[in-house]
């Protein structure tokens, strides 16, 4: 009996060896990190999988402003902010439809629907530059279909409404609006970032699943705060969309806003996850 009691003693001592815990569990790299995506992959263009993920980035993006478009239609159309949704129905539109089309798409496009997000991600070597442009493009194209969708619902009400055109609001100047988009994106591609971040995904099970809420929610918070402001851009191919079908001479007098803002706000996001974030820390060796 002693000898089985110290045997067992022996197999614990070595199980709780192998399987520490706490600090000293974190090894090196214990998670698989995805090689960096080449720049340009010409194999991309002979492959379904990549004009399945670009249809599905228009598809998503069409869905995502004929909703949006149509919630601020209804605001803009009711006789006070008490007889329709609001602001915060705006924003509920808005983040509620990505959160639904980034659960849709994530696995066959990556669910960007934005093209700030898809310049993000390029800069942290995440995808070509090749299905970058792509994307950009199929997003755009959505973005005009859509708006131009809820127009044909209703012409002359979409025209006399601004069409949920993005400016910048009276009592803003444009540097505000540019701060306020800057700001704005920089908290939805930082949240993208961290959602989809591959050592986080391997050390919580539920992270990929979850992914689409946090990024949703992001966008509804970023509503809240800038509609005041800009209407809240943080999507260039949103607020292109809405400009060309709406075109009117003082929604483009601000729209370099709603892509210059957005752009850099992704690449302030893309270099705080990648060189502060995920920087790998340096280790003393006994």
Same mark, same amino acid.
């Given at each position: 009996? =002693?000898?089985?009691?110290?045997? $067992?003693?022996?197999?614990? /001592? ?32 002979? #492959?379904? #999988? ?6 599905? =980035? ?5 869905l995502f402003l004929y909703i949006t478009v149509l919630t601020v ?9 008490? @007889? ?8 509920? @539109? ?22 700030? $997000?898809?310049?993000?991600? *390029?800069?942290?070597?995440? %995808?070509? %530059? ?16 859509? @708006? ?12 006399? &409404? ?24 920089? $908290? &939805? ?16 099970? +539920? ?9 949703? *929610?992001?966008?509804?918070?970023? +509503? %809240? ?21 709406? /075109?009117?001479? +003082? ?16 690449? &302030?996001?893309?270099?705080? +996850? ?13």
């Amino acid at each position: 009996m =002693e000898g089985k009691e110290e045997d $067992v003693k022996l197999g614990a /001592n070595k199980f709780t060896e192998r399987q520490p815990i706490g600090t000293s569990a974190q090894t090196d790299k214990d998670y698989n990190e995805p090689p960096p995506a080449p720049l340009f992959e010409p194999g991309e263009l002979h #492959s379904w #999988s990549f004009y399945r993920a670009g249809i599905a =980035e228009f598809m998503a993006t069409f869905l995502f402003l004929y909703i949006t478009v149509l919630t601020v239609m209804g605001v803009k159309r009711a006789p006070s902010m008490c @007889a329709s949704v609001g602001i915060q129905g705006i924003a509920w @539109a808005f983040g509620g439809m990505i959160f639904a089309l980034v659960y849709c798409t994530a696995g066959i496009s990556g669910g960007h629907i934005n093209p700030a $997000v898809t310049f993000g991600l *390029f800069l942290a070597r995440k %995808l070509s %530059l090749t299905r970058a442009i792509f994307y950009i493009v199929m997003q755009c194209l959505g973005a005009i279909c859509g @708006a131009g969708v809820v127009k044909g619902f209703q012409p002359s009400q979409y025209q006399l &409404l601004g069409g949920g055109a993005n400016t910048v609001n009276h009592g803003y100047t444009k540097g505000s609006g540019l701060g306020a988009e800057i700001i704005g994106t920089f $908290v &939805l591609v930082y949240t993208v970032f961290s959602a989809t971040d591959a050592k986080r995904n391997a050390r919580d099970s +539920h992270v990929p699943i979850l992914a689409p809420l946090p990024i949703g *929610f992001a966008v509804f918070l970023v +509503h %809240l705060a800038t509609i005041p402001i800009t209407g809240t851009g943080i999507n260039p191919a949103r607020s292109l969309g809405a400009a060309i079908i709406y /075109n009117k001479d +003082h929604a483009w007098d601000d729209h370099w806003v709603f892509w210059v803002g957005p752009f850099i706000g992704a690449a &302030l996001a893309a270099l705080y +996850h990648q060189i502060v974030i995920r920087a790998i820390p340096f280790k003393s060796r006994a």
